[in-house]
């Protein structure tokens, strides 16, 4: 008997795990255009903690465009989410590819960023040279020439003059 109810509940296991959870949309987003929109408000997200001020110059929501850029409502993204978040290895797989492409473009910025200030340190560097360089070392800088002459002529004229 014990046998029997340990069967019983095991078929009753595996039978349940298959179900789904969340049942399909009626309009399902492709795993790639979903990845799409994931990755695009991923980085409205790092915009909104990273700048908050740039993006309250923009009269619209940031996040509606990016759904009416890919022709997608609010009610059906959240749908479609919630269906790839049912599954967790597909949702991982999809953050995995977010991740991976967000990796990608931050080695270009940062490459990009790395020339700007390399540029810059070019350009500082030439206006230093134009500047005499002489003149700003102090080591470097020599008294004005005086004159003996100009002292003999000074210590004349001071003694020439009347005491009151």
């Given at each position: 008997?014990?046998?029997?109810?340990v069967?019983?509940?095991?078929?009753f296991?595996?039978?349940?795990?298959?179900?789904?959870?969340?049942?399909?949309?009626?309009?399902?987003?492709?795993?790639?255009?979903?990845?799409?929109?994931?990755?695009?408000?991923?980085?409205?997200?790092?915009?909104?903690?990273?700048?908050?001020?740039?993006?309250d110059?923009?009269?619209?929501?940031?996040?509606?465009?990016?759904?009416?850029?890919?022709?997608?409502?609010?009610?059906?993204?959240?749908?479609?989410?919630?269906?790839?978040?049912?599954?967790?290895?597909t949702?991982?797989?999809?953050?995995?590819?977010v991740?991976?492409?967000?990796?990608?473009?931050?080695?270009?910025a940062d490459?990009?960023?790395?020339?700007?200030?390399?540029?810059?340190?070019?350009?500082?560097?030439?206006k230093?040279?134009?500047?005499?360089?002489?003149s700003l070392?102090?080591?470097?800088k020599?008294?004005?020439?005086?004159?003996?002459d100009?002292?003999?002529?000074?210590r004349?004229?001071?003694?020439?003059?009347?005491?009151?």
């Amino acid at each position: 008997m014990k046998n029997f109810i340990v069967i019983i509940l095991i078929l009753f296991l595996s039978i349940s795990c298959k179900k789904e959870l969340v049942k399909e949309p009626a309009k399902l987003i492709e795993k790639g255009k979903m990845i799409d929109i994931m990755y695009d408000l991923s980085l409205l997200e790092a915009m909104r903690y990273q700048k908050p001020l740039s993006l309250d110059s923009i009269d619209t929501d940031a996040t509606k465009f990016i759904l009416k850029k890919y022709k997608v409502d609010s009610l059906q993204f959240a749908q479609n989410n919630m269906y790839y978040a049912s599954d967790y290895e597909t949702y991982k797989d999809m953050f995995d590819e977010v991740n991976k492409r967000i990796a990608v473009n931050q080695r270009a910025a940062d490459s990009l960023a790395k020339i700007d200030e390399k540029k810059a340190a070019k350009a500082n560097k030439n206006k230093i040279k134009e500047i005499k360089p002489d003149s700003l070392d102090p080591a470097k800088k020599t008294a004005p020439r005086i004159n003996i002459d100009s002292i003999k002529k000074i210590r004349m004229q001071q003694s020439r003059k009347p005491v009151n």
